[in-house]
T-cell receptor, first 110, second 115 residues
Framework: EDQVTQSPEALRLQEGESSSLNCSYT??????LFWYRQDPGKGPEFLFT???AGEEKEKERLKATLTKKESFLHITAPKPEDSATYLC???????????FGAGTTVTVRA | DAGVIQSPRHEVTEMGQEVTLRCKPISGHNSLFWYRQTMMRGLELLIY????????DSGMPEDRFSAKMPNASFSTLKIQPSEPRDSAVYFC?????????????FGPGTRLTVL
């Protein structure tokens, strides 16, 4: 059965303290792996799509990487405004559905 | 662009009542997705449409749930009769299938509370 697992469930960081979030997946036929950010009371907001192992993408303090079994979202020198829930999702090559992990809630203290 | 528009933003109803949630996708998008988010189950896909045709409704929990997309700019998700366990945030998302890897744009959600 296809599965997406995110860890840790929650992460509390001091401002400037870099860290990484993990998204491991067991699927057959990956089309793409997506990262979204979700703020309380809002819908998920797109961050990145990764398509093949070895691919990396960056946006401000965020960097996403992909291997054949997992993806990492690295947060470098986070600021309080990076506090959010980060969701990863996989899309299979057979259709355009997204299957989401449970998310990692990141809290950055000033 | 206004983004994906959902209404109402909040809905409180009593068990047994009919609930209709509405979604207007981004103009030009040809795929539309309905999701439900709860603390217990996270974000789960209920149904998705491509070119107004339902493609996969395997996530619809039971016959009390139905969804329609009468045209490219409007979709509804109906629950009849509603039950307390239906309480959740319901999101609509749209995308251009085949482009940009099918990146989905989410609406602000409808928070449903069934008493």
């Amino acid at each position: 059965e296809d599965q997406v697992t995110q860890s840790p469930e929650a992460l509390r960081l001091q401002e400037g303290e870099s860290s990484s979030l993990n998204c491991s997946y067991t699927v057959s036929g990956l089309r793409g792996l997506f990262w979204y950010r979700q703020d309380p009371g809002k819908g998920p907001e797109f961050l990145f799509t990764l398509y093949s192992a070895g691919e990396e993408k960056e946006k401000e303090r965020l960097k996403a990487t992909l291997t054949k079994k997992e993806s990492f979202l690295h947060i470098t020198a986070p600021k309080p405004e990076d506090s959010a829930t980060y969701l990863c999702a996989v899309q299979l090559s057979i259709d355009y559905k997204l299957s989401f992990g449970a998310g990692t809630t990141v809290t950055v203290r000033a | 662009d206004a983004g994906v528009i959902q209404s109402p933003r909040h809905e409180v109803t009593e068990m047994g009542q009919e609930v209709t949630l509405r979604c207007k996708p981004i103009s030009g998008h040809n795929s539309l997705f309905w999701y439900r988010q709860t603390m217990m189950r996270g974000l789960e896909l209920l149904i998705y449409f491509n070119n107004n045709v339902p493609i996969d409704d395997s996530g619809m929990p039971e016959d009390r749930f139905s969804a329609k997309m009468p045209n490219a700019s409007f979709s509804t998700l109906k629950i009849q009769p509603s039950e307390p366990r239906d309480s959740a945030v319901y999101f609509c998302a749209s995308s251009i299938q085949g482009l940009a890897g099918g990146r989905q744009f989410f609406g602000p959600g409808t928070r449903l509370t069934v008493l």
